[in-house]
T-cell receptor, first 111, second 114 residues
Framework: GQQVMQIPQYQHVQEGEDFTTYCNSSTTLSNIQWYKQRPGGHPVFLIQLVKSGEVKKQKRLTFQFGEAKKNSSLHITATQTTDVGTYFCAGISGSARQLTFGSGTQLTVLP | NAGVTQTPKFQVLKTGQSMTLQCAQDMNHNSMYWYRQDPGMGLRLIYYSASEGTTDKGEVPNGYNVSRLNKREFSLRLESAAPSQTSVYFC?????????????FGNGTRLTVT
């Protein structure tokens, strides 16, 4: 079945450092969505990318969708303690009918 | 406007016991979902209901059943709980079957099966 791989699984950064998580699929994706889950909380939708090569920004967060629509990345500039949590990507390939989630990247920000 | 509400928040079961997890949404969404979350494995789809009156299996349906009671409510039943079903269960909903609408999640049910 469809698989969405996400790396790294864990990332520890000092506050103020940058952070990037990567999402890769073996098949072409129709779209990619990103979610954030705070510790003990539930996933919250951040953004969706649909077009090849698309780049979207939300304040310090930059989201990219690859030209081949098989990979995506989330980059956080100058991390803050409020960025702590697990970031998930989720996508749908042409043959699938529902979102497949990556395994997530757990971000720890050290003050 | 509560969004997606799940009950209970916590539950401890013994192997072989049954229980039903309840989920209700007040956003008039057509599609509803049940996911389980295990460490290092992300969110895996158990069952979903694309619209009222329909249900379909997801990636990991074995050991579970669902009921779409009405447009608002979607329940998940464990008939005979097993330790492998220890997990955090999330209910989610979205506007419709189109792929580009975001999922709205409930707060989760933390289930332990001993």
């Amino acid at each position: 079945g469809q698989q969405v791989m996400q790396i790294p699984q864990y990332q520890h950064v000092q506050e103020g450092e940058d952070f990037t998580t990567y999402c890769n699929s073996s098949t072409t994706l129709s779209n990619i969505q990103w979610y954030k889950q705070r510790p003990g909380g539930h996933p919250v939708f951040l953004i969706q990318l649909v077009k090849s090569g698309e780049v979207k920004k939300q304040k310090r967060l930059t989201f990219q969708f690859g030209e081949a629509k098989k990979n995506s990345s989330l980059h956080i500039t100058a991390t803050q303690t409020t960025d702590v949590g697990t970031y998930f990507c989720a996508g749908i390939s042409g043959s699938a009918r529902q979102l497949t989630f990556g395994s997530g990247t757990q971000l720890t920000v050290l003050p | 406007n509560a969004g997606v509400t799940q009950t209970p928040k916590f539950q401890v079961l013994k192997t072989g016991q049954s229980m039903t997890l309840q989920c209700a949404q007040d956003m008039n969404h057509n599609s509803m979902y049940w996911y389980r979350q295990d460490p290092g494995m992300g969110l895996r789809l158990i069952y979903y209901s694309a619209s009222e009156g329909t249900t379909d299996k997801g990636e990991v349906p074995n050991g579970y059943n669902v009921s779409r009671l009405n447009k608002r409510e979607f329940s998940l039943r464990l008939e005979s709980a097993a330790p492998s079903q220890t997990s955090v269960y999330f209910c989610a909903s979205k506007v419709g079957g189109e792929y580009n609408s975001p999922l709205h999640f409930g707060n989760g049910t933390r289930l332990t099966v001993t």
